[in-house]
């Protein structure tokens, strides 16, 4: 079996009384792009800065290429790192800040030139090397703060939340560009983001957090389609939680239909059903399923999404539902419709909090 290339180790850390991280284990393997995602207060910038030494655990131990730097200064450990606020020096140039940590290794100027104007190309901004970073977009300061952490060509690659401060469109193109470098050059990269659109698109794995602790590791397809709790069920994308009636060990019944689901809860007891909105289909009112009136439409190009009231056992309950653009009805508001799903569309969830 072949040794992580980051191995964290049982990590606690305290700020006062505030428990941060709460015996934090992880292991990451060489060329990864993991994204430590959850809300904010979660401890996924505290893990983070712990990797780089900008934060000392109280206990645990962080092991990187088979060395133990649990305790090492942040000079001495071998990563580069991105901040959402760029950092970049505003009295050099792009050229020069992207040449600001290779000159301090002894490096002749012709190697430096060279170097440099690699990572310009690579970044695509040749053109922009004599500006000041006052004169560059946001989008483009962004992609000179990872060329000069790149440049130093570090075993790890550590971002926070580099992208949070720029607009939608500009975040969208930048994270496809960061994904593909990574890619290209094989870096083993931890990101932090509270954003699950970007975990979700640009992560080998996603780790979720909450209160200081792990709650789920995996894949972007196990994390969305298998989530290993509500609260993980409700922070990764849209997802409707439906109350029902348990009638027995393996069915339980939102209206006068009853369900195949397994569970272990007694009979007579509710619990919720989680479903998203784009595994449930319309049909019209007289075709069987969950009888339902569409509240509201909200059109989003390629697909539409649909707020619809629906009477069920235990009520009145709003669901999502997201249908694409070609299906070919015309669904309104104020209109009757059924809803259906197929089974391998639910989760079980019993009454834990968000």
């Known amino acids: 079996?072949?040794?992580?290339?980051?191995?964290?180790?049982?990590?606690?850390?305290?700020?006062?009384?505030?428990?941060?991280?709460?015996?934090?284990?992880?292991?990451?393997?060489?060329?990864?792009?993991?994204?430590?995602?959850?809300?904010?207060?979660?401890?996924?910038?505290?893990?983070?800065?712990?990797?780089?030494?900008?934060?000392?655990?109280?206990?645990?131990?962080?092991?990187?290429?088979?060395?133990?730097?649990?305790?090492?200064?942040?000079?001495?450990?071998?990563?580069?790192?991105?901040?959402?606020?760029?950092?970049?020096?505003?009295?050099?140039?792009?050229?020069?800040?992207?040449?600001?940590?290779?000159?301090?290794?002894?490096?002749?100027?012709?190697?430096?030139?060279?170097?440099?104007?690699?990572?310009?190309?690579?970044?695509?901004?040749?053109?922009?090397?004599?500006k000041?970073?006052?004169?560059?977009?946001?989008g483009q300061q962004q992609r000179v703060a990872l060329a000069r952490a790149l440049a130093l060509s570090p075993?790890?690659?550590l971002l926070d939340e580099p992208l949070s401060a720029l607009d939608a469109l500009v975040r969208n193109h930048l994270r496809s560009e960061i994904r593909a470098l990574q890619q290209q050059l094989g870096i083993t990269t931890i990101m932090v983001t509270h954003d699950q659109e970007e975990a979700l698109?640009?992560?080998?794995?996603?780790?979720?957090?909450?209160?200081?602790?792990?709650?789920?590791?995996g894949t972007p397809q196990e994390i969305y389609h298998h989530p290993a709790s509500r609260f993980v069920a409700s922070f990764v994308g849209n997802m409707n939680f439906l109350d029902t009636l348990v009638l027995n060990a393996n069915q339980v019944s939102i209206n006068e239909h009853p369900l195949p689901l397994a569970n272990h809860a007694a009979t007579g007891s509710t619990l919720q059903v989680a479903i998203r909105p784009e595994a449930i289909s319309l049909a019209p009112p007289e075709q069987p399923g969950l009888r339902a009136k569409i509240e509201q439409v909200e059109?989003?190009?390629?697909?539409?999404?649909?707020?619809?009231?629906?009477?069920?056992?235990?009520?009145?309950?709003?669901?999502?539902?997201e249908l694409s653009n070609d299906e070919g009805h015309e669904w309104r508001s104020g209109m009757s419709c059924s809803l259906h799903w197929p089974t391998q569309a639910m989760q079980l969830f019993y009454g834990e909090a968000a």
């Open 299 to 321: 059109f989003l190009g390629a697909a539409q999404r649909l707020i619809c009231q629906a009477e069920t056992l235990m009520g009145t309950q709003r669901l999502l539902v």
């Open 155 to 157: 075993g790890l690659l």
């Open 1 to 130: 079996m072949t040794q992580p290339y980051l191995d964290i180790k049982h990590l606690n850390k305290h700020f006062g009384t505030f428990q941060a991280l709460k015996d934090i284990s992880l292991t990451i393997d060489q060329g990864e792009f993991v994204c430590f995602l959850g809300p904010s207060g979660c401890g996924k910038t505290t893990l983070l800065r712990a990797i780089a030494g900008l934060e000392l655990p109280e206990s645990g131990q962080i092991w990187q290429g088979g060395r133990d730097i649990s305790l090492l200064p942040p000079q001495h450990r071998d990563f580069g790192i991105v901040f959402q606020s760029y950092a970049l020096f505003p009295n050099l140039t792009v050229a020069e800040n992207i040449a600001f940590g290779l000159q301090n290794q002894g490096i002749d100027n012709k190697t430096l030139g060279e170097r440099v104007g690699h990572w310009l190309n690579l970044i695509g901004l040749t053109a922009q090397a004599h």
């Open 201 to 217: 698109t640009m992560a080998d794995r996603i780790v979720v957090m909450k209160h200081g602790t792990i709650v789920q590791v």
């Open 132 to 138: 000041y970073p006052s004169q560059i977009s946001g």
